[in-house]
């Protein structure tokens, strides 16, 4: 089997030349101070404190719902900002594909939700159990009745494992079976059973969840970091690596499909079309997968369990759900215009982030592009005006090939690639996304949560 010579890859040992490390440097600003043209948004931040009584809650605290509350606590004087979520612990999920393939501590991605909290941000720690967009009102898990005048929804989504028979968030880190998505602790139960496996050889299943997930580069960054720390161990060839695609691509943007179709062969992963991921009988190490010509039983030593993703049920079940189409029929996804990040049938309700049902992968870069269109056009609505920012369905993912290289790719609703930095090709691999995802892209996540950015 052909690989690349790991032996070219940089590492803290070595010395860097002076152009490399004016490269990084470039690439360390340009990720602090990109554009918010160049993130797919059309929008523009108040010169000053707009004045204003309107009561906005936010529901929930993750990415997009501590950057909008922030966002809002700056640009408003004399708003009432409601947060709720029970959550206390704030984390990078970004970083979750590091830890489950032993290259990030878990404390890596652990942080608290108060740091990033302003003052002037009434934060209710309970959950939204009922939303009534009719009265305007939302009703929290310990009974109380929050009344909006504005609402933006941000709650994120739910992994759906028991959409997976025979499968318990439980299991993760026995029988062989592991799943990045959710916490840091599956994430290190799951670099526990891929360091075994590697150690011990047999046959590796890598799976993903049919529909929209949680950044969705996930289970293929795993499939090939795993790949890669085999064949540095000398362990390549007692693994048989098989990645079970529910479809018949392994990527949306046709570039990056076609890369990965040729990838994928070259390293000697084998790939499953239309295979996805229906149960697994864990004693057994066996998992039924349904495809088109009836139900498929494969047997592993290890397997990466992605599950189907949706809406957290209170969301799902609302009136704020798509009620037809494919977001309604995929996960019961908020339904929003996909430029505005406006609730069509409820103008005064915004969304943003994993709930919402846009054709676009939901990652953080997602985040960072839609929070400021659903801000901006909020505040429009409260100074009387016709909301005017756009979203253009930007999204970012920093496709991990092997330790040390990456494909930075950006892209939009139509598909196209809208590169942010001239001097990476979002076409080939490169150290630069490597040091960016490892180095720099959590200082510019955070700051994203602060609203600076």
Not at 246 to 270: A, H, N, T, V, W
Not at 350 to 372: L, M
């Amino acid at each position: 089997m052909k690989r690349k010579d790991p032996c070219h890859l940089h590492t803290d040992n070595a010395p860097m030349d002076p152009s490399r490390r004016r490269l990084l440097k470039a690439a360390g600003l340009g990720i602090g101070s990109m554009s918010l043209a160049g993130s797919g948004i059309l929008a523009s931040r108040p010169a000053q404190a707009l004045e204003t009584s309107a009561r906005i809650v936010i529901v929930g605290a993750g990415a997009a719902g501590l950057a909008a509350a922030n966002r809002l606590s700056s640009a408003l004087d004399g708003a009432r900002i409601t947060l709720i979520d029970r959550r206390e612990r704030h984390l990078y999920q970004p970083g979750l594909t590091l830890v489950a393939t032993g290259l990030w501590k878990p404390g890596q991605v652990i942080d608290r939700n108060q740091r990033y909290v302003q003052r002037g941000v009434d934060w209710v720690h309970a959950s939204v159990s009922e939303f009534n967009p009719e009265a305007n009102r939302v009703v929290t898990d310990t009974g109380d009745t929050i009344d909006y005048d504005y609402l933006i929804v941000t709650t994120g989504l739910h992994v759906d494992f028991d959409a997976v028979e025979g499968m318990s968030p439980d299991l993760i880190g026995r029988e062989g079976i592991g799943c990045v998505y959710d916490t840091p602790e599956h994430a290190t139960r799951t670099w526990d059973m891929i360091d075994r496996f590697i150690d011990q050889g047999g046959v590796g299943l890598f799976t993903r969840g049919p529909g929209g997930i949680k950044c969705a580069g996930a289970p293929l960054k795993v499939t090939m970091l795993t790949e890669d720390l085999a064949t540095r161990r000398g362990q390549r060839e007692p693994t048989a690596m098989i990645y079970n695609s529910p479809g018949p691509g392994l990527f949306s943007q046709p570039d990056i499909d076609q890369f990965l179709k040729e990838e994928f062969p070259r390293r000697d992963i084998d790939i499953n079309w239309h295979h996805r991921l229906v149960g697994i009988e864990p004693e057994q190490h066996r998992a039924t997968f349904a495809t088109p010509e009836g139900e498929v039983r494969l047997d592993y030593d290890f397997i990466h369990v992605v599950p189907p993703m949706r809406a957290p049920d209170a969301l799902g079940n609302s009136p704020l759900a798509w009620q037809d189409g494919e977001f309604a029929a995929d996960g019961n996804w908020m339904e929003v215009d996909r430029h505005s990040m406006q609730h069509p049938r409820f103008p005064n309700v915004f969304g943003a982030g994993d709930c919402v049902g846009t054709p676009i992968g939901k990652t953080a870069a997602s985040v960072k592009a839609q929070v400021p269109v659903a801000v901006d056009n909020l505040l429009s609505l409260i100074a009387g005006s016709e909301p005017t920012a756009r979203y253009n369905g930007y999204t970012s993912c920093p496709l991990i090939t092997t330790r040390g290289q990456a494909i930075l790719v950006e892209f939009d609703y139509n598909l196209d690639m809208v590169p942010s930095f001239p001097f990476i090709s979002p076409y080939r691999e490169h150290w630069v996304p490597w040091i960016m995802k490892d180095k720099f892209l959590k200082a510019a996540y955070n700051a994203m949560l602060r609203g600076r950015v």
